[in-house]
């Protein structure tokens, strides 16, 4: 007989709560205890977890789904399944725990193509709204908008309510800043580039469900003046003197684009506020040798009195937070060395005239800082989405069930990442906000980085028409700064255009459909005998369409990946081609040798359904071309083209072969 009985003077702090091992039970096992008005962490392991409450009044929570755990209550978890138990009652929850690792629901779990949190739940795909200080290079579509719009295309495909919201960040200093040196006014510049940037984008084949221009939609102002009321009720949010920096040459106030010094975490060359090259927040009155960017003289010390954070009291609020949805191991780190520090005062509200004011008199001659007001931005587009389409989502009550996704470069990642979970927690105390987190690295143009400002860049107008727009998006899926950062050079653009898009895809294409066109009169023909190579090739399609949904799904979500997995299967249709075209000139080998042409366009049925996400105007044309109609499903199989099925592919040219210097030349010829 084991006898083991509760104590809780054994318990240790684990999971956010009080936990103790049970020792010489057939499995692994603990005691819990979880306090009056406490919760353990969200968290998901890859062991079968089996709870039993003993005493207390609980609910576990499950992807947002409620349910009572009362004494008596056994619950199993299956492995990798988020879940929470929060006590609900007036005296301690105890519970015990066992669990162990099951090898085959471990590999199921594994291989389940959606991440089971989605489940029915609206999912908000959020691009960082660009600054409208000028139009959309390669740099930016390569980025947020080009992840974004093929994430929501890949979730569509899987019956996912998804939407992408962006819009234009029209409060930005640096719009103040490029209205000043050209004598304009700052709104006149935003209405400028805000036009300019939807029309790029909507040239990339990107066209945002909801794009929300922040200076002219009529209720922003006032939904924003109550989200910072709302901050500033938190007792958190508070007007505090302290340290800031002056131009001495007319006493203005310096921040984000006005200021230039070093970081005070890495030493490399940075504006105010944020370090593009390490992705730390600076005070700016912490920059060392500052220069007041104007003037071009030493910023001068001052004291200034603005809205306050003390954002290192909300350390663990945040990294709650972050155990609940994707946060990719870069963000971690940073997370993990913007909270050593002992403590970080964060302004968010500035000294200014452009922007939004709050409505607190303290506030009086200060605009809220646009990086805070993004986080109100984006629930703000939620609420405009709903209303044109008949859902009641308001930005100050947002909901439970809301899966939010967020694109944005490194640069971004405090503010994403760190910033808004705080901000949210402030506003909204019994919101936890479910966010996924995808960040990209700086994309350079021959070496350097794209700069609007040094005019070295290649402006999304100057490259994107409807002959290249599928190449454009092939290159820059291939090319992406993801983990790392990357080059675009013209050259190895062409070069892929010419040889991979051309030279291969549209040239085996092009072969298939000659190759049916004379042996079948532009028909599919039906598969005759199978023989193991025609076997081994469908299993390697298999093993492709698997790849490229792992590739463009929620978890492991990497355009590079997509793009190779893409032209993987051409790689192997053209290898399949070399090999079996060897038997079809042999009248005893017919039979075959209709099995490998059904597997040729089996393959290119199988390309058209899957490039979708990544290149949608050439998924359609060669769905088109193969008798289907565009693709609208995604495929959880390797199906043939029905025999008897039109084929349109000889002579159907999928990507123009256009010089682009030549079409840069002319672009910017006077």
Same mark, same amino acid.
């Given at each position: 007989?084991?006898?083991?009985?509760?104590?809780?003077?054994?318990?240790?702090?684990?999971?956010?709560?009080?936990?103790?091992?049970?020792?010489?039970?057939?499995?692994?096992?603990?005691?819990?205890?979880?306090?009056?008005?406490?919760?353990?962490?969200?968290?998901?392991?890859?062991? /079968?977890?089996?709870?039993?409450?003993? !005493?207390?009044?609980? &609910?576990?929570?499950?992807? =947002?789904? $409620?349910? @009572? #755990?009362?004494?008596?209550?056994?619950?199993?978890?299956?492995?990798?399944?988020?879940?929470?138990?929060?006590?609900?009652?007036?005296?301690?929850?105890?519970?015990?725990?066992?669990?162990?690792?099951?090898?085959?629901?471990?590999?199921?779990?594994?291989?389940?193509?959606?991440?089971?949190?989605?489940?029915?739940?609206?999912?908000?795909?959020?691009?960082?709204?660009?600054?409208?200080?000028?139009?959309?290079?390669?740099?930016?579509?390569?980025?947020?908008?080009?992840?974004?719009?093929?994430?929501?295309?890949?979730?569509?495909?899987?019956?996912?309510?998804?939407?992408?919201? /962006?819009?234009?960040?029209?409060?930005? !200093?640096?719009?103040? &800043?490029?209205?000043?040196? =050209?004598? $304009?006014? @700052? #709104?006149?510049?935003?209405?400028?580039?805000?036009?300019?940037?939807?029309?790029?984008?909507?040239?990339?084949?990107?066209?945002?469900?909801?794009?929300?221009?922040?200076?002219?939609?009529?209720?922003?102002?006032?939904?924003?003046?109550?989200?910072?009321?709302?901050?500033?009720?938190?007792?958190?949010?508070?007007?505090?003197?302290?340290?800031?920096?002056?131009?001495?040459?007319?006493?203005?106030?310096?921040?984000?684009?006005?200021?230039?010094?070093?970081?005070?975490?890495?030493?490399?060359?940075?504006?105010?506020?944020?370090?593009?090259?390490?992705?730390?927040?600076?005070?700016?009155?912490?920059?060392?040798?500052?220069?007041?960017?104007?003037?071009?003289?030493?910023?001068?010390?001052?004291?200034?009195?603005?809205?306050?954070?003390?954002?290192?009291?909300?350390?663990?609020?945040?990294?709650?937070?972050?155990?609940?949805?994707?946060?990719?191991?870069?963000?971690?780190?940073?997370?993990?060395?913007?909270?050593?520090?002992?403590?970080?005062?964060?302004?968010?509200?500035?000294?200014?005239?452009?922007?939004?004011?709050?409505?607190?008199?303290?506030?009086?001659?200060?605009?809220?800082?646009?990086?805070?007001?993004?986080?109100?931005?984006?629930?703000?587009?939620?609420?405009?989405?709903?209303?044109?389409?008949?859902?009641?989502?308001?930005?100050?009550?947002?909901?439970?069930?809301?899966?939010?996704?967020?694109?944005?470069?490194?640069?971004?990642?405090?503010?994403?990442?760190?910033?808004?979970?705080?901000?949210?927690?402030?506003?909204?105390?019994?919101?936890?906000?479910?966010?996924?987190?995808?960040?990209?690295?700086?994309?350079?143009?021959?070496?350097?980085?794209?700069?609007?400002?040094?005019?070295?860049?290649?402006?999304?107008?100057?490259?994107?028409?409807?002959?290249?727009?599928?190449?454009?998006?092939?290159?820059?899926?291939?090319?992406?700064?993801?983990?790392?950062?990357?080059?675009?050079?013209?050259?190895?653009?062409?070069?892929?255009?010419?040889?991979?898009?051309?030279?291969?895809?549209?040239?085996?294409?092009?072969?298939?459909?000659?190759?049916?066109?004379?042996?079948?009169?532009?028909?599919?023909?039906?598969?005759?005998?199978?023989?193991?190579?025609?076997?081994?090739?469908?299993?390697?399609?298999?093993?492709?369409?698997?790849?490229?949904?792992?590739?463009?799904?929620?978890?492991?979500?990497?355009?590079?990946?997509?793009?190779?997995?893409?032209?993987?299967?051409?790689?192997?249709?053209?290898?399949?081609?070399?090999?079996?075209?060897?038997?079809?000139?042999?009248?005893?080998?017919?039979?075959?040798?209709?099995?490998?042409?059904?597997?040729?366009?089996?393959?290119?049925?199988?390309?058209?359904?899957?490039?979708?996400?990544?290149?949608?105007?050439?998924?359609?044309?060669?769905?088109?071309?193969?008798?289907?109609?565009?693709?609208?499903?995604?495929?959880?199989?390797?199906?043939?083209?029905?025999?008897?099925?039109?084929?349109?592919?000889?002579?159907?040219?999928?990507?123009?072969?256009?010089?682009?210097?030549?079409?840069?030349?002319?672009?910017?010829?006077?």
């Amino acid at each position: 007989m084991i006898i083991r009985r509760y104590d809780p003077d054994t318990l240790t702090a684990a999971f956010g709560i009080g936990m103790g091992g049970i020792d010489g039970l057939a499995t692994a096992a603990a005691w819990g205890r979880v306090p009056p008005g406490g919760r353990t962490l969200s968290h998901r392991h890859d062991e /079968t977890e089996q709870i039993i409450i003993v !005493s207390g009044t609980g &609910e576990f929570v499950v992807n =947002e789904h $409620r349910t @009572p #755990a009362g004494t008596g209550t056994v619950a199993v978890f299956e492995p990798f399944e988020p879940h929470v138990l929060a006590n609900v009652g007036d005296d301690d929850l105890v519970f015990v725990t066992q669990y162990w690792r099951d090898g085959d629901q471990v590999d199921v779990a594994v291989r389940a193509t959606a991440r089971p949190s989605f489940s029915d739940r609206p999912v908000f795909v959020c691009s960082t709204p660009p600054t409208p200080n000028g139009d959309l290079h390669l740099g930016h579509l390569s980025g947020p908008y080009l992840g974004a719009d093929a994430y929501v295309r890949f979730q569509r495909m899987n019956g996912q309510r998804a939407w992408h919201l /962006t819009g234009s960040d029209d409060f930005q !200093s640096y719009v103040r &800043e490029l209205a000043c040196r =050209e004598g $304009r006014e @700052p #709104a006149e510049v935003a209405a400028q580039y805000s036009a300019e940037i939807a029309a790029t984008l909507a040239l990339m084949d990107i066209e945002p469900d909801q794009y929300t221009v922040t200076g002219t939609d009529p209720e922003y102002r006032a939904g924003l003046r109550k989200f910072f009321s709302a901050l500033v009720a938190s007792g958190r949010v508070t007007p505090t003197a302290g340290p800031a920096l002056i131009d001495p040459a007319d006493g203005g106030y310096l921040y984000e684009v006005d200021v230039a010094g070093g970081c005070p975490a890495c030493n490399a060359p940075t504006r105010g506020n944020i370090c593009e090259e390490c992705g730390e927040p600076n005070t700016v009155a912490d920059l060392s040798a500052p220069v007041a960017v104007a003037s071009g003289r030493p910023a001068a010390a001052s004291t200034v009195t603005r809205f306050m954070m003390p954002l290192h009291e909300l350390r663990a609020t945040v990294l709650a937070h972050q155990r609940i949805g994707r946060v990719p191991a870069r963000l971690r780190q940073l997370t993990d060395r913007v909270f050593r520090r002992a403590r970080l005062d964060i302004a968010v509200s500035h000294p200014g005239d452009w922007g939004v004011a709050p409505a607190e008199p303290e506030g009086a001659g200060q605009v809220i800082w646009v990086w805070p007001e993004m986080s109100f931005g984006f629930l703000h587009g939620i609420q405009r989405l709903g209303e044109r389409i008949g859902q009641r989502w308001k930005a100050a009550a947002p909901q439970q069930d809301w899966k939010i996704v967020h694109f944005f470069g490194y640069d971004n990642s405090f503010y994403h990442s760190i910033l808004y979970p705080a901000l949210y927690a402030l506003a909204f105390p019994g919101w936890q906000p479910d966010i996924d987190y995808h960040v990209n690295e700086f994309y350079l143009l021959d070496g350097a980085k794209f700069s609007t400002s040094r005019r070295h860049a290649i402006w999304g107008k100057e490259i994107l028409n409807p002959g290249s727009v599928d190449a454009v998006r092939f290159f820059l899926a291939r090319t992406r700064a993801e983990h790392e950062r990357t080059d675009f050079t013209m050259a190895e653009y062409e070069r892929v255009r010419d040889e991979v898009l051309i030279g291969a895809w549209q040239r085996w294409l092009g072969e298939l459909g000659d190759r049916v066109d004379h042996r079948y009169g532009g028909v599919a023909p039906e598969a005759g005998n199978w023989t193991a190579s025609h076997l081994a090739f469908v299993r390697r399609l298999r093993i492709r369409l698997d790849a490229v949904t792992d590739a463009l799904g929620p978890d492991g979500f990497t355009l590079r990946g997509a793009a190779a997995e893409l032209d993987g299967i051409v790689s192997d249709a053209r290898a399949f081609a070399a090999t079996e075209s060897r038997l079809q000139e042999s009248e005893y080998l017919e039979s075959e040798t209709r099995t490998a042409i059904t597997l040729e366009l089996t393959a290119a049925k199988l390309l058209a359904a899957v490039a979708n996400p990544v290149m949608p105007r050439f998924a359609d044309r060669l769905a088109e071309a193969l008798g289907e109609r565009g693709p609208r499903q995604w495929p959880h199989g390797v199906d043939p083209v029905a025999a008897g099925t039109p084929i349109r592919l000889s002579g159907n040219g999928f990507f123009a072969p256009v010089d682009m210097r030549q079409a840069l030349a002319e672009t910017v010829a006077p």
